[in-house]
């Protein structure tokens, strides 16, 4: 297969526009206080159309997605490090100098989740909480950055969280960890994001123990991806749920990165390379062009649809953006993850609609994201349907994923 040239830096600065509007059209459509109390905030489950007024009820008798806010203080972290890189003014900020800074928002955000979740960041999904840990890691590592003192909550949450990681990750089925408090499950996506957090934080043995572990129990050699789950049935057999996600191919590739070594990098390359073989669409013919030679004819990563599902590509670009920018890593293996993340944020960007007239009140300049990178939005989401958070968040995590891209795998 001919591949397409990597993007260059030219592109660079279209991303970072790109990025924001993402960020902008987000937070206008989903973000609100909790409860309107000061000092908090939290990503709606859905943006209706046509709903003039938000009903606070709802925010906590609705659906509780604690993962997507998970994500969602993710990408404001994201575009927090944009604002550090354009000088952290003002003036740089994604919605502009009279809004607070991404890092602000985040912060108000995990105060949120922590209240609606009843007064609590633990609840009885590892996975869940793993993907929280990760993003309060990042949000004091950008407060480090920014010479700004990191918040003490943080830690305590980190704490915390921890202690959940380590009564999950047991010695039965041979390693791994948990999904749930039911205990009965052992998977990818707790495993792996689980693993990276360790990796990340300064324990680099149980990291390793775990990727080992994913390694033995749910590697798939044949087509070099990581399969879903082990459990033991009735008979005490570990039987293996063989279903193949994209979201669980990219907390592993940035744990491999993050732990290094010969051998994770060498698996690392090996995911990305099956990410390209496998985990990828042609887009269709009814989506608009991206307009770039770099990723007007490139394949791009395919979407699981709504709901969780929402999420799972734009996991997989923030973790091969990580693989593009590893100077570790082979040229080849750095072009195919740089090429996959832009040319499937060049597609959710050419496939977004506008809000159009009468959608929504004050909601004018936002835009609205496929859910699906190979189909634009006026198809999948069209004009008055009802649109999910999950979907949205993809599609800010592949353009702020897209933000990062160095100027040439090569060099």
Same mark, same amino acid.
């Given at each position: 297969?001919?591949?397409?040239?990597?993007p260059?830096? &030219?592109?660079?600065?279209?991303?970072?526009? /790109?990025?924001n509007?993402?960020?902008?059209?987000v937070?206008?459509?989903?973000? /609100?206080?909790?409860?309107?109390?000061p000092g908090?905030?939290?990503g709606?489950?859905?943006?209706?159309?046509?709903? /003039?007024r938000r009903d606070?009820?709802g925010?906590?008798?609705g659906?509780?997605?604690?993962?997507? &806010?998970?994500?969602?203080?993710?990408?404001?972290?994201?575009?927090?490090?944009?604002?550090?890189?354009?000088?952290?003014?003002?003036?740089?900020?994604?919605n502009?100098?009279?809004h607070?800074?991404?890092?602000?928002?985040?912060?108000?955000?995990v105060?949120?989740?922590?209240?609606?979740?009843?007064?609590?960041?633990?609840?009885?999904?590892y996975?869940d909480?793993?993907?929280?840990?990760?993003?309060?890691h990042?949000l004091?590592?950008?407060?480090?950055?920014?010479?700004?003192?990191?918040r003490?909550?943080?830690a305590?949450?980190?704490?915390?969280?921890?202690l959940?990681?380590?009564?999950?990750?047991?010695?039965?089925?041979g390693?791994?960890?948990?999904?749930?408090?039911?205990?009965?499950?052992?998977n990818?996506?707790a495993?792996?994001?689980?693993?990276l957090?360790f990796? /990340?934080?300064?324990?680099?043995?149980?990291?390793?123990?775990?990727?080992?572990?994913?390694?033995?129990t749910?590697?798939?050699?044949? &087509?070099?991806?990581y399969?879903?789950?082990a459990?033991?049935?009735?008979?005490?057999?570990?039987m293996?749920?063989?279903?193949v996600?994209?979201y669980?191919?990219?907390?592993v590739?940035g744990?491999?990165?993050?732990?290094?070594g010969?051998a994770n990098?060498?698996?690392?390359?090996?995911?990305?390379?099956?990410?390209? &073989?496998?985990?990828?669409?042609?887009?269709l013919a009814?989506?608009?062009?991206?307009g770039?030679?770099?990723?007007?004819?490139a394949?791009?990563?395919?979407?699981?649809?709504?709901?969780?599902?929402?999420?799972?590509?734009?996991?997989?670009c923030?973790y091969l953006?990580?693989a593009?920018?590893?100077?570790r890593?082979s040229?080849?293996?750095?072009?195919?993850?740089?090429?996959l993340?832009?040319?499937t944020?060049?597609?959710?960007w050419?496939?977004?609609?506008?809000?159009e007239a009468?959608?929504?009140?004050?909601?004018?300049?936002?835009?609205?994201?496929?859910?699906?990178?190979?189909?634009?939005?006026?198809?999948t989401?069209p004009?008055g349907?009802a649109?999910?958070?999950s979907?949205?968040l993809?599609?800010?995590m592949?353009?702020?994923?897209?933000a990062?891209?160095?100027?040439?795998p090569?060099?």
């Amino acid at each position: 297969m001919t591949r397409p040239d990597p993007p260059d830096r &030219q592109d660079l600065s279209r991303w970072h526009g /790109r990025a924001n509007e993402a960020a902008r059209s987000v937070t206008t459509l989903f973000g /609100r206080r909790l409860l309107f109390l000061p000092g908090t905030h939290l990503g709606a489950v859905k943006w209706t159309p046509h709903s /003039r007024r938000r009903d606070p009820k709802g925010a906590l008798l609705g659906p509780w997605h604690y993962w997507w &806010q998970a994500h969602y203080v993710d990408c404001l972290v994201d575009a927090g490090l944009r604002e550090l890189g354009c000088g952290a003014t003002p003036a740089a900020r994604f919605n502009g100098p009279e809004h607070p800074s991404a890092g602000q928002l985040a912060s108000r955000l995990v105060t949120g989740i922590r209240l609606r979740n009843a007064f609590t960041l633990v609840n009885n999904y590892y996975d869940d909480m793993a993907w929280l840990a990760l993003a309060t890691h990042r949000l004091d590592k950008l407060a480090e950055e920014a010479r700004k003192p990191g918040r003490g909550r943080n830690a305590r949450v980190r704490k915390s969280l921890t202690l959940q990681f380590e009564a999950a990750c047991t010695a039965d089925l041979g390693g791994g960890a948990f999904w749930s408090k039911a205990r009965d499950f052992k998977n990818t996506p707790a495993t792996a994001p689980v693993a990276l957090y360790f990796a /990340r934080t300064g324990r680099p043995e149980k990291a390793q123990a775990l990727l080992d572990w994913l390694d033995a129990t749910l590697f798939d050699p044949d &087509q070099g991806l990581y399969l879903d789950g082990a459990r033991l049935n009735a008979a005490g057999e570990v039987m293996v749920e063989r279903t193949v996600y994209t979201y669980n191919q990219g907390p592993v590739l940035g744990a491999l990165l993050e732990q290094g070594g010969e051998a994770n990098l060498a698996r690392a390359a090996v995911v990305v390379e099956a990410a390209d &073989q496998h985990l990828t669409v042609p887009p269709l013919a009814s989506a608009p062009s991206t307009g770039t030679a770099s990723t007007g004819e490139a394949r791009v990563l395919r979407c699981e649809g709504t709901g969780d599902g929402g999420l799972f590509t734009g996991i997989l670009c923030r973790y091969l953006a990580l693989a593009a920018a590893d100077a570790r890593l082979s040229p080849r293996t750095r072009s195919a993850a740089a090429t996959l993340v832009a040319s499937t944020a060049g597609a959710f960007w050419a496939g977004r609609r506008p809000v159009e007239a009468g959608e929504a009140d004050g909601k004018n300049g936002a835009s609205i994201f496929s859910l699906h990178a190979a189909n634009p939005a006026r198809e999948t989401c069209p004009a008055g349907t009802a649109v999910e958070l999950s979907t949205q968040l993809q599609a800010w995590m592949a353009l702020e994923a897209a933000a990062t891209l160095p100027d040439s795998p090569g060099n």
